[in-house]
């Protein structure tokens, strides 16, 4: 939304008063300004100043009106002239020497100015790449106040910068993750470049140390690369929070891994502003729980509303705001409180009771949106030794972008993009099952109990594995295998309600 | 057949008396007295009042009300090994499939008992055992704790043959609350067994009197795990009173809980490794093998077959049995095959577990 700066300046006791809902920092933009002005070799006019903010009923936050403040002085006071900022839209913070810092969001700003009908926006250096992503405005960066009026005065210009998306996204990204660094786990591989291919959320249960989050960290690698629009999507939710971190644009799938202790705010955005939450800023990439059932149940439920629609409706008193939040879903958890039950090689020191506990919390909503959920064993020595060529990322990520590809296509009519989005009452229409993979599924509603949700979850998997097997229809090994994947837990808890 | 007004009586009187006979039997060693006087003798020796004449209608209306059927020694059906007990429990309680009582006076039982904080290894021994002598037709007793008991219950129900639970409280209560799927599973295709009235909340030394029956019911008593002073060696020493037999799973020697089993070997239990070693007692060496298993499995392909053993040797994830990478999805593929002929099944953990 962009905002007005209007100054007055007229005879009274020198005062500088700022009106439309400002914010503390906006408050003190006054000293900013005051200081930068001055140092810069400019006037600071000592009489009584009014600046206005409009719209006034909304609130302003933060130090990025500081630049907007400082023209509108100096036109007000004639030391610019109005016209030379007719047009212009101004962001950036002030020190008190003149120079200016970064502000968060620059990409969204610059979209705003462009969409309000401004044709230029200046701002501080640091941020012009990224708001140069923006086509439709000119885009230049300054160091200094000065170094701003000395462009509106025509003394000396400052050049337009553009910056090319493309460009960024096709420069290679060298080093980081693979997952030839982990050394067997084979099943857990297995499953996780299902999970990529489809676009499946993923539940690993296994014992400390069984290398459960460095497969986790690796699952960006085998994903397809971002696509232009998907990174300009990420760029602008991390430029909103300040993750950039110099970058003009996000280029891999982001990575985010909360810690356990994160509240429900934390998870999917909230606060004053409000700001985006972790499912916001995993946009397009991987969210990460580790220890899931360590995380407070709201905020668990929390996840329910992103999981199912991609996008976080937040209400606040003063504003409210949606972020989109499309990710995968990676959680893992132990299998019991001491991590070793079913662990063939240490014993567990749990009691009974504290395990059934344990896995209880682990049920609900939140489990229905987890299609695969894989066990993952403590590597043994012969499996760390094995030298065996292991499959790099790149390899992977090669038959999950072909299977990718097979969906788009066959998904292009009903808007979904990958398997996992496909709706129960899709499922019919979109999976060409075979005569005895069919026969595999009902057995399996009938022998063990699958419940029809846990069958639909089942019929998704086993859509992408015959995707990445290359087979347009699914076979009984792809509805099997999908069947191995499947929350084990549905029996267990049909024997209990019978009981 | 329900039990006769006397037997009944003998119940309601034990319930009303636990809390003296709890004063009493602090000492285990005079429990098993106090269990043998007759009610007179015991109103005396707990110096109580008698507990009025109408006890045994009230208890026997609470058990039609709770579901449960009920025995007594003056029942045909009643299992006569029990007999032998000095102090035999009059009335039994019972829900689940009556019919074992019949299977429990022609075949001869075995209890499986152990600790209720088992290792891995321990669990996995007692629920194959409870899988194994399941499927063979021999029921499985237990005490439905946690541990051991459970798994050997859990065994015998996914081999799909009878296993009788013996309860400390009443046989309409899921005791432990943690087990009560397993109550659930058993009350529909096993028996639980009792001696105390619907409703009764157990006192200590009902434990102690718990196992003589488990050790009454079976011809042999095997500890899988315990440590020295386990409750589970009391149930030994019931049936090696009672001139059955006893066997026991060897552990490894530094292990706590090996020390009970261990401490039995030496004495001179029987070594049991698996259900066979079991039967060879039970039947006599090779005695049943003519018999006819009662679950053949069906014939496997020759991939299934090599799966089925991995799995039943204990290795619980397709990593672990794969072995290559390219291997894994049919590995993944077959195991879910296996589990939809009822072979393997899936545990909370995420482990496969051999099944009937």
């Known amino acids: 939304m962009p905002v007005a700066v209007e100054a007055d300046i007229h005879s009274g006791l020198p005062a500088f008063t700022i009106v439309g809902l400002p914010d503390a920092a906006v408050q003190e933009s006054r000293e900013r300004v005051r200081a930068a002005l001055v140092n810069s070799g400019f006037d600071f006019p000592l009489r009584r100043i009014t600046v206005n903010l409009a719209p006034a009923d909304l609130r302003k936050a933060g130090p990025g009106f500081d630049l907007g403040l400082a023209a509108a002085l100096l036109?007000?006071?004639?030391?610019?002239?109005?016209?030379?900022?007719?047009?212009?839209?101004?962001?950036?913070?002030?020190?008190l020497d003149g120079s200016l810092r970064p502000v968060r969001g620059a990409i969204v700003i610059a979209d705003a100015a462009r969409r309000a009908g401004c044709r230029g926006l200046v701002l501080p250096r640091d941020n012009e790449s990224e708001a140069a992503l923006v086509a439709g405005i000119d885009v230049t960066g300054a160091d200094s106040l000065?170094?701003?009026?000395?462009?509106?005065?025509?003394?000396?210009?400052?050049?337009?910068?553009?910056?090319?998306?493309?460009?960024?996204?096709?420069?290679?990204?060298?080093?980081?993750?693979?997952?030839?660094?982990?050394?067997?786990?084979?099943?857990?591989?297995?499953?996780?470049?299902?999970?990529?291919?489809?676009?499946?959320?993923?539940?690993?249960?296994?014992?400390p140390g069984a290398g459960k989050s460095m497969l986790a960290r690796r699952v960006p690698t085998i994903l397809p690369p971002l696509s232009l629009e998907e990174a300009l999507e990420t760029t602008r939710v991390h430029s909103v929070a300040?993750?950039?971190?110099?970058?003009?644009?996000?280029?891999?799938?982001?990575?985010?891994?909360?810690?356990?202790?994160?509240?429900?705010?934390?998870?999917?955005?909230?606060?004053?502003?409000?700001?985006?939450?972790?499912?916001?800023?995993?946009?397009?990439?991987?969210?990460?729980?580790?220890?899931?059932?360590?995380?407070?149940?709201?905020?668990?439920?929390?996840?329910?509303?992103?999981?199912?629609?991609?996008?976080?409706?937040?209400?606040?008193?003063?504003?409210?705001?949606?972020?989109?939040?499309?990710?995968?879903?990676?959680?893992?958890?132990?299998?019991?409180?001491?991590?070793?039950?079913?662990?063939?090689?240490?014993?567990?020191?749990?009691?009974?009771?504290?395990?059934?506990?344990?896995?209880?919390?682990?049920?609900?909503?939140?489990?229905?949106?987890?299609?695969?959920?894989?066990?993952?064993?403590?590597?043994?020595?012969?499996?760390?030794?094995?030298?065996?060529?292991e499959s790099d990322s790149l390899a992977i990520r090669t038959r999950v972008v072909r299977a990718r590809s097979v969906q788009a296509r066959r998904l292009a009519s009903c808007g979904r993009?990958?398997?996992?989005?496909?709706?129960?009452?899709?499922?019919?229409?979109?999976?060409?099952?075979?005569?005895?993979?069919?026969?595999?599924?009902?057995?399996?509603?009938?022998?063990?109990?699958?419940?029809?949700?846990?069958?639909?979850?089942?019929?998704?998997?086993?859509?992408?594995?015959?995707?990445?097997?290359?087979?347009?229809?699914?076979?009984?090994?792809?509805?099997?295998?999908?069947?191995?994947?499947?929350?084990?837990?549905?029996?267990?808890?049909?024997?209990?309600?019978?009981? | 057949m329900s039990a006769c007004d006397a037997c009944l009586q003998r119940s309601a009187l034990l319930a009303a008396a636990a809390g003296a006979i709890e004063r009493v039997a602090r000492r285990r060693s005079r429990l098993?007295?106090?269990?043998?006087?007759?009610?007179?003798?015991?109103?005396?020796?707990?110096?109580?009042?008698?507990?009025?004449?109408?006890?045994?209608?009230?208890?026997?209306a609470a058990a039609t009300a709770r579901g449960l059927t009920t025995t007594c020694a003056h029942a045909a059906e009643f299992p006569r090994k029990l007999d032998a007990l000095p102090d035999r429990a009059a009335a039994l309680f019972l829900r689940g499939d009556r019919s074992i009582l019949d299977l429990l006076r022609a075949e001869p039982a075995a209890a499986v008992v152990g600790s209720r904080r088992a290792s891995t290894y321990g669990l996995e021994v007692s629920r194959r055992l409870g899988r194994e002598l399941a499927a063979c037709g021999v029921p499985v007793v237990s005490g439905m704790a946690f541990g051991v008991d459970a798994a050997a219950h859990e065994g015998a129900l996914d081999g799909g043959g009878p296993t009788v639970a013996v309860l400390a409280c009443g046989a309409d209560t899921a005791y432990p609350r943690g087990n009560l799927a397993l109550y659930g599973r058993v009350a529909r295709s096993g028996l639980v067994v009792s001696e105390m009235p619907p409703g009764f909340r157990p006192f200590r030394w009902c434990f102690p009197a718990r196992n003589r029956i488990m050790a009454g019911l079976s011809s042999m008593t095997i500890v899988v795990e315990g440590a020295a002073d386990s409750g589970s060696l009391i149930t030994a020493n019931f049936a090696a009173e009672l001139g059955r037999d006893v066997g026991a799973v060897p552990g490894q020697v530094t292990s706590g809980l090996a020390a009970g089993p261990n401490g039995l070997l030496a004495d001179g239990a029987h070594v049991v490794r698996d259900a066979s070693d079991v039967l060879d007692v039970l039947f006599g060496p090779d005695g049943f093998r003519s018999r006819d298993r009662k679950h053949a499995t069906p014939t496997l392909s020759a991939e299934l077959q090599t799966l089925l053993d991995a799995v039943e040797k204990g290795e619980g994830t397709a990593e672990a049995i794969a072995g290559d990478p390219a291997a894994v999805p049919q590995v993944l593929s077959g195991l879910a095959e296996l589990e939809l002929l009822g072979l393997v099944r899936r545990e909370a953990g995420g482990c496969y577990l051999r099944c009937s």
């Open chain 1, 146 to 207: 000065t170094q701003l009026v000395r462009d509106l005065t025509g003394e000396a210009e400052l050049a337009r910068h553009d910056c090319d998306a493309t460009a960024l996204l096709a420069t290679p990204l060298g080093g980081g993750h693979d997952m030839s660094d982990v050394r067997g786990q084979h099943g857990a591989k297995r499953a996780l470049e299902i999970a990529a291919a489809g676009g499946h959320n993923l539940l690993m249960i296994g014992p």
């Open chain 1, 75 to 95: 036109a007000a006071s004639g030391q610019i002239t109005p016209e030379s900022l007719a047009g212009r839209a101004l962001c950036g913070e002030l020190g």
């Open chain 2, 32 to 60: 098993p007295a106090l269990l043998a006087l007759h009610d007179r003798d015991l109103v005396a020796a707990l110096k109580i009042g008698h507990p009025d004449r109408s006890a045994a209608a009230s208890v026997a």
């Open chain 1, 242 to 389: 300040g993750l950039l971190g110099g970058r003009p644009l996000v280029t891999r799938r982001p990575f985010r891994a909360p810690h356990h202790s994160t509240s429900a705010p934390g998870l999917v955005g909230g606060g004053r502003g409000p700001s985006p939450g972790e499912v916001s800023l995993a946009l397009n990439g991987v969210l990460f729980l580790d220890e899931l059932s360590e995380f407070v149940r709201p905020a668990l439920e929390a996840l329910r509303q992103p999981l199912e629609e991609g996008v976080v409706e937040i209400s606040r008193a003063q504003r409210a705001a949606s972020f989109p939040a499309r990710f995968m879903l990676i959680a893992a958890t132990n299998p019991c409180p001491c991590g070793h039950a079913g662990d063939a090689r240490r014993d567990c020191s749990c009691h009974p009771v504290a395990v059934a506990r344990h896995q209880s919390k682990l049920s609900g909503p939140l489990l229905d949106r987890i299609d695969l959920v894989i066990r993952v064993e403590m590597p043994t020595r012969g499996q760390l030794a094995d030298e065996k060529a």
């Open chain 1, 417 to 499: 993009r990958c398997n996992a989005e496909m709706r129960a009452a899709q499922l019919r229409g979109l999976c060409d099952l075979d005569e005895s993979a069919l026969g595999a599924l009902a057995d399996a509603r009938e022998r063990i109990g699958l419940s029809m949700r846990g069958h639909d979850r089942a019929l998704r998997v086993a859509r992408t594995i015959a995707d990445l097997a290359g087979s347009p229809r699914i076979l009984r090994e792809h509805a099997t295998e999908a069947l191995s994947y499947r929350d084990h837990r549905g029996g267990r808890q049909l024997s209990g309600a019978a009981a």
